[in-house]
């Protein structure tokens, strides 16, 4: 059984941040916010058949590709920076916590696209409406998960926090799947939510300091398929390292 998404509206994004920690918008809704047409959008889409493998999955997969680029974001400024390494800490990821992973950036027709800067802004003024006006530390990773093992994991480590201030996850596509069931827990309370996004460039916005999330595996519908996501997250005070 798929459940249909609890969608705000554009205006109500923050509002709907503030009072359970997650806001989810559909394709039209993320197009109002970001002040992007959809169709721009999907000019994007055909960069994710061309992400390499992703080497550093320790469970031993091999359904994962991604790139990884970083970027500082203050006001309407966006400036990539040096090429850097995706880092987290065991407390917040189990699986590959603790580890520097060099993953290939992300390549010019999407990073030195006109839109590009304005999706990054636009959405980390939500981040700013939520925590106040400051410089974000934005790391962006193009993820397709594909069913190449039978199965694929949206999210091996489990439910988690990223351990950043806030996250947007972008559905950018699924094909010839089931599963990728997305879950949303509050970090301190006994309340959760889960729900399917379909929809190409629907989102969901998390407090990440308030919530935990997951997305369940995927599985072909036939000889095989795939769910591509675009995943930024913003965190203030600097980038995560060792």
């Known amino acids: 059984m798929s459940f249909s998404p609890p969608i705000s509206a554009p205006s109500e994004t923050v509002n709907a941040l503030r009072d359970r920690g997650y806001a989810v918008l559909d394709r039209a809704g993320l197009s109002a916010l970001v002040g992007i047409p959809a169709a721009e959008l999907d000019a994007w889409r055909p960069t994710w058949d061309a992400l390499p493998a ?4 320790r469970d031993g997969g091999r359904y994962r ?3 990884h680029s970083c970027f500082v974001v ?3 400024t966006v400036t990539q920076v040096p090429h850097r390494a995706h880092w987290q800490p065991v407390e917040y990821n189990a699986l590959h916590g603790g580890l520097e992973r060099w993953f290939e950036p992300m390549t010019s027709t999407v990073v030195e696209h006109p839109e590009w800067p304005r999706l990054l802004s636009r959405l980390a003024a939500c981040g700013s409406a939520l925590k106040g006006a400051q410089p974000w530390y934005v790391e962006a990773h193009q993820f397709r998960i594909d069913t190449t093992d039978g199965i694929g994991r949206p999210t091996p480590e489990g439910a988690h926090r ?3 201030d806030f996250v947007v996850v972008l559905l950018v596509g699924r094909d010839g799947i ?3 069931e997305t879950r949303v827990f509050e970090a301190a309370g006994p309340n ?3 729900f399917t996004l379909t ?3 629907s989102a969901l916005l998390l407090d990440d300091e308030r919530v935990i999330h997951e997305s369940t595996p995927i599985q072909p519908l036939g000889a095989s398929g795939h769910r591509d996501t675009l995943v930024l997250t913003f965190r203030a005070k600097g980038f ?3």
Not at 54 to 57: A, K, P, S, W
């Open 54 to 57: 992703d080497g550093y999955l």
């Open 65 to 67: 590709t991604r790139r």
């Open 74 to 76: 203050e006001g309407d």
């Open 162 to 164: 990223d351990g950043v």
């Open 178 to 180: 089931k599963g990728g």
């Open 192 to 194: 959760g939510i889960r």
């Open 199 to 201: 929809e190409p460039w």
């Open 240 to 242: 995560q390292g060792p």
